[in-house]
């Protein structure tokens, strides 16, 4: 009788685990043809991986602990479809990698993790959600994630949040070498969202710091939606710069998307290594999860500035790029 008790137990126990957890595998599969003009080693024709979105398999875990409290965790890894090979030099899951509390006071992340300022960037900036032809990270500031980071994001109260990040440079002897340090606080009520957002990091010696300060803003006007962005930027050699990005997506008839920005950087050093990029895009949707999509964007470099055209997964090689492609999400 005891043995048969203990044993309806644990399979109540069981049950009650697997519901209150889970287990959730993603990804997405991009590829598409890529044309580059003017890059030094003269035109390129290539396969592309990761073209509108890095293709990426990630698992996502979730546990409710009681009371209100979730535990989750991500996973991610990147590939190239093109080849197979593993993205960000080899490792398992260099896109994400991190263990999270969230609860009633807001969320406490612990990891290998995006940055605030690419959220805000991929999120709310940037039209092309750092992807195609268009990517803004062609111009703006290219630091994508931070290893070794606790990060904690406030609930949103009245339309307000914020999100802090520190990333321990983990150098003996010396906190403050190559340590990160980004932040931002958000306004997000209907169709309009607004933030502020700065980053620095300093160098292995510590002896100087890049900073990237940037607002942000997107409003939907029914089918259409704009954004538009300023940064203030300053680099390692003590180097200022200016960025700004004016843009738009539409939602079409027939399931069509037309996407376009334009981004001017400004350099203050008086060498005047200024750079402007136009671009376009166009992406039809085949069903819930996949598309097909165009995008061309020319970048104009003046006195020695060596800007590129890129995709989301590839900096590029010329200061001209036609993509092509299709990409599903599973």
Partial sequence: MM???????????????HAQSSLTVYGVADAGMVLERGGDAGP?????????????????GREDLGGGTVLTFVLENGYS?????????????????????????????????????YKVLNNVADPFATGMAGNAQNIFDGTTRVSNTVEYITPRVAGFSA??????????????????????????????????VHQQRNNT???????NT????????????GHAAHVRNRDLLGVE?????????????????????VIDHHDSSGVGQHARQAAIGIAHSLSR????????????????????????????SGTTGLNLGVRHVF
């Fill in 3 to 17: 043995k048969k008790y203990l044993m309806s137990a644990m399979a109540l126990a069981s049950l009650s685990a």
């Fill in 44 to 60: 390129v024709q290539k396969v592309g991986s990761g073209v509108a979105s890095s293709s990426r398999l990630g698992f996502k």
């Fill in 81 to 117: 479809i093109d080849t197979g090979a593993a993205k960000q030099n080899g490792a398992l899951f260099g896109r994400q990698a991190l263990i999270c509390l969230t609860g009633d006071a807001g969320s406490l992340s612990i990891g290998h993790q995006y940055t605030p300022f």
């Fill in 163 to 196: 999100d802090v990040q520190y990333g321990l440079g983990e150098v003996a002897g010396d906190t403050s070498k190559y340590r990160y340090l980004g932040a931002s606080g958000t306004y997000e009520e209907g169709a309009l969202t607004v933030v502020l």
């Fill in 205 to 211: 010696a510590a002896s100087a710091n890049s900073r």
């Fill in 214 to 225: 940037m607002l942000a803003a997107r409003y939907r006007f029914g089918d259409i939606t």
């Fill in 241 to 261: 710069s200016r960025d700004t990005l004016l843009g738009f997506s539409a939602q079409l008839a027939g399931a069509n998307k037309l996407i376009a920005s």
């Fill in 289 to 316: 999860r996949t598309d097909v999509y165009a995008a061309y964007g020319h970048i104009s470099n003046s006195n020695g500035a060596a800007f590129r055209v890129g995709t989301a997964a590839d900096s590029g």
